[in-house]
């Protein structure tokens, strides 16, 4: 069986396919959502992709207003830095917040789940606050 | 190996001294008036006339640019400007390290001359922003981010440092946003202020008047009006957001040996510590949000260098001045805290407390800052350079001159915190 190589370009086609994965080294057990071909810790090649569970915590965010030309079909939006069960923070889009005239209330430390967005033929990493 | 002293802020055996700063007016909008050229030309000949120095006392050239290449086609920018200087033939850099491309410039610059390759460095740091689509300063503040792991999902240039202000907002107030908010309301108060007297500065006007201009008598009033303040990335609203700017900033650098045969050695600043440091891209792999790494590494250097305790009230019996990088409100709490200005949980409170102003405890940004002087961004950390050697020299207007100064001190990022330069200045 061909190897899948430890790429940020296979990175990006895993969430392309709405797969949020993770490269643990298999020597010292340090993650990374960024591949490398060796590990950052140790230099061991001995590497292995992993699942995430897709559960974190928000860990800070923002309400977008003047979105950039690519995301402003969904502005206002919600955009954070999530912080995964696995113990690594990603930047990602929030869904699932009521957004009213007043600002949110402080969402850090609340709960959320994996959940791609789909816009036009993008996937893009999402997480979805908890009911 | 070198320890991290020596790496982030080496010695400068040579003892580098600023002879001659320069730097263009600042402005922005639709309409184009100077071109690359037209800028470190500007720039360039004033820093050289205060320097004493003629184009054959050059014997490098570094041009910091940033954005060129995206806005105008224009790379291969070092010939560019060395021809227009007159200094073809010598060897010249282009130079990016995005908003942190002017003192990473400068530091380059050192190098040069610590190994002895250079005596004398001209670094001339240019930008063009204006008369571009708003899509385009989009996508050219996106250039500064990461394009797989953070532009494409909202972690813009204003969102993540949004996001550092929720971040700031949460740890310090527990989540009082209202007041957080007016908490950096205070720090554009202030900056506006100081702006007000740099007749080189984009914005020289205080808010306070740009209200009443409006029509709206109390200041508070204008800024929670979203009518006149419009939320950008909540927290931060349009006057916490520095602007798009055209604009040069130079200088001329030589090492003491050779410094002392030109005029401009007489009011030379010479640079006591150099710091420059990289931090975690992505920045979401950064330990903290509360606080940039690379630029609290990069001050605990350069403190280190000189032999001054990495404590806010030894700092701040020892630093008279300082301009740091306020490309947003949040940005300048960040600065104070990883300069070590004042302890962490007291930084975002500063402004309103006047801790920061026109003799306040420690003045910060008598510029007008990078939010009401402008921002434009490879020129922004040679122009941080221009305004200390100009309070070093009791040069800027009298309602922001610092009197008895000591050290002065620069701090200048590079997008998110990927990079950090801290500059100290001593007069000769």
């Given at each position: 069986m061909e190897e899948i190589p430890f790429t940020e370009e296979q990175w990006i086609k895993f969430a392309q396919n709405k797969e949020l994965k993770y490269v643990e080294c298999q020597n010292c057990n340090n993650r990374v959502i960024v591949p490398a071909p060796t590990c950052k810790k140790c230099g061991s090649r001995d590497l292995a992709w992993k699942d995430t569970s897709g559960a974190g915590t928000i860990y800070t965010y923002t309400v977008t207003s003047v979105a950039p030309p690519e995301l402003a079909a969904i502005a206002p939006y919600v955009a954070g830095i999530v912080e995964l069960e696995e113990g690594i923070k990603i930047s990602s889009l929030i869904t699932g917040v009521t957004l009213g005239p007043t600002p949110p209330e402080d969402l850090i430390g609340k709960p959320v789940q994996l959940d791609f967005l789909e816009l036009e033929d993008r996937k893009l990493l999402a997480f979805r606050l908890a009911e | 190996m070198k320890s991290e002293l020596d790496r982030v802020a080496p010695p400068l055996a040579r003892e580098p001294i600023i002879l001659g700063a320069g730097q263009t007016a600042f402005m922005g909008g639709k309409v184009r008036t100077k071109t690359l050229r037209d800028l470190a030309g500007e720039a360039a000949a004033e820093a050289m006339e205060a320097a004493g120095a003629k184009a054959e006392d050059i014997d490098l050239l570094i041009v910091p640019q940033a954005m060129g290449g995206i806005i105008l086609n224009q790379a291969n920018t070092s010939p560019l400007i060395a021809e227009h200087l007159g200094l073809v033939g010598i060897p010249s850099i282009r130079l990016e390290n995005a908003c942190a491309s002017g003192s990473v410039g400068l530091h380059t610059a050192l190098t040069a001359i610590e190994a002895g390759w250079a005596d004398t460095v001209l670094v001339v740091g240019i930008e063009i922003m204006s008369g571009i689509s708003t899509a385009m300063v989009q996508k050219v503040l996106s250039?500064?981010?990461?394009?797989?792991?953070?532009?494409?999902?909202?972690?813009?240039?204003?969102?993540?440092?949004?996001?550092?202000?929720?971040?700031?907002?949460?740890?310090?107030?527990?989540?009082?946003?209202?007041?957080?908010?007016?908490?950096?309301?205070?720090?554009?108060?202030?900056?506006?202020?100081?702006?007000?007297?740099?007749?080189?500065?984009?914005?020289?006007?205080?808010?306070?008047?740009?209200?009443?201009?409006?029509?709206?008598?109390?200041?508070?009033?204008?800024?929670?009006?979203?009518?006149?303040?419009?939320?950008?990335?909540?927290?931060?609203?349009?006057?916490?957001?520095?602007?798009?700017?055209?604009?040069?900033?130079?200088?001329?650098?030589?090492?003491?040996?050779?410094?002392?045969?030109?005029?401009?050695?007489?009011?030379?600043?010479?640079?006591?510590?150099?710091?420059?440091?990289?931090?975690?891209?992505?920045?979401?792999?950064?330990?903290?949000?509360?606080?940039?790494?690379?630029?609290?590494?990069?001050?605990?250097?350069?403190?280190?260098?000189?032999?001054?305790?990495?404590?806010?009230?030894?700092?701040?019996?020892?630093?008279?001045?300082?301009?740091?990088?306020?490309?947003?409100?949040?940005?300048?709490?960040?600065?104070?805290?990883?300069?070590?200005?004042?302890?962490?949980?007291?930084?975002?409170?500063?402004?309103?407390?006047?801790?920061?102003?026109?003799?306040?405890?420690?003045?910060?940004?008598?510029?007008?800052?990078?939010?009401?002087?402008?921002?434009?961004?490879?020129?922004?950390?040679?122009?941080?350079?221009?305004?200390?050697?100009?309070?070093?020299?009791?040069?800027?207007?009298?309602?922001?001159?610092?009197?008895?100064?000591?050290?002065?001190?620069?701090?200048?990022?590079?997008?998110?915190?990927?990079?950090?330069?801290?500059?100290?200045?001593?007069?000769?």
């Amino acid at each position: 069986m061909e190897e899948i190589p430890f790429t940020e370009e296979q990175w990006i086609k895993f969430a392309q396919n709405k797969e949020l994965k993770y490269v643990e080294c298999q020597n010292c057990n340090n993650r990374v959502i960024v591949p490398a071909p060796t590990c950052k810790k140790c230099g061991s090649r001995d590497l292995a992709w992993k699942d995430t569970s897709g559960a974190g915590t928000i860990y800070t965010y923002t309400v977008t207003s003047v979105a950039p030309p690519e995301l402003a079909a969904i502005a206002p939006y919600v955009a954070g830095i999530v912080e995964l069960e696995e113990g690594i923070k990603i930047s990602s889009l929030i869904t699932g917040v009521t957004l009213g005239p007043t600002p949110p209330e402080d969402l850090i430390g609340k709960p959320v789940q994996l959940d791609f967005l789909e816009l036009e033929d993008r996937k893009l990493l999402a997480f979805r606050l908890a009911e | 190996m070198k320890s991290e002293l020596d790496r982030v802020a080496p010695p400068l055996a040579r003892e580098p001294i600023i002879l001659g700063a320069g730097q263009t007016a600042f402005m922005g909008g639709k309409v184009r008036t100077k071109t690359l050229r037209d800028l470190a030309g500007e720039a360039a000949a004033e820093a050289m006339e205060a320097a004493g120095a003629k184009a054959e006392d050059i014997d490098l050239l570094i041009v910091p640019q940033a954005m060129g290449g995206i806005i105008l086609n224009q790379a291969n920018t070092s010939p560019l400007i060395a021809e227009h200087l007159g200094l073809v033939g010598i060897p010249s850099i282009r130079l990016e390290n995005a908003c942190a491309s002017g003192s990473v410039g400068l530091h380059t610059a050192l190098t040069a001359i610590e190994a002895g390759w250079a005596d004398t460095v001209l670094v001339v740091g240019i930008e063009i922003m204006s008369g571009i689509s708003t899509a385009m300063v989009q996508k050219v503040l996106s250039a500064g981010g990461d394009a797989t792991y953070e532009v494409p999902v909202g972690a813009t240039f204003p969102g993540l440092y949004a996001m550092f202000g929720t971040r700031i907002i949460h740890e310090q107030l527990g989540g009082d946003f209202k007041q957080g908010m007016e908490d950096l309301a205070y720090i554009a108060l202030k900056n506006h202020h100081n702006a007000q007297y740099n007749k080189k500065a984009q914005f020289p006007f205080t808010i306070e008047s740009l209200a009443q201009k409006r029509g709206v008598d109390d200041v508070w009033e204008f800024l929670n009006n979203p009518e006149f303040n419009p939320i950008i990335s909540w927290p931060l609203r349009l006057f916490d957001c520095s602007p798009t700017t055209d604009g040069g900033a130079a200088c001329v650098i030589s090492a003491k040996d050779t410094a002392a045969s030109y005029s401009g050695f007489a009011h030379g600043a010479q640079i006591i510590a150099s710091a420059q440091s990289t931090g975690n891209m992505p920045q979401s792999l950064a330990p903290t949000l509360s606080s940039l790494p690379a630029a609290r590494l990069a001050a605990r250097a350069a403190y280190n260098r000189i032999g001054l305790a990495d404590d806010p009230e030894a700092i701040r019996k020892r630093v008279s001045v300082v301009e740091v990088h306020d490309c947003f409100t949040s940005a300048e709490v960040l600065a104070i805290g990883d300069l070590n200005l004042f302890p962490r949980d007291e930084t975002l409170a500063a402004a309103r407390e006047g801790r920061t102003a026109i003799g306040g405890e420690i003045p910060v940004n008598t510029s007008g800052g990078l939010k009401a002087k402008g921002h434009p961004i490879a020129a922004t950390g040679l122009a941080q350079i221009y305004t200390l050697f100009e309070q070093l020299n009791h040069e800027v207007a009298p309602e922001v001159q610092v009197n008895d100064i000591d050290l002065a001190l620069a701090h200048n990022v590079g997008g998110t915190g990927g990079c950090a330069c801290v500059n100290i200045l001593q007069k000769v």
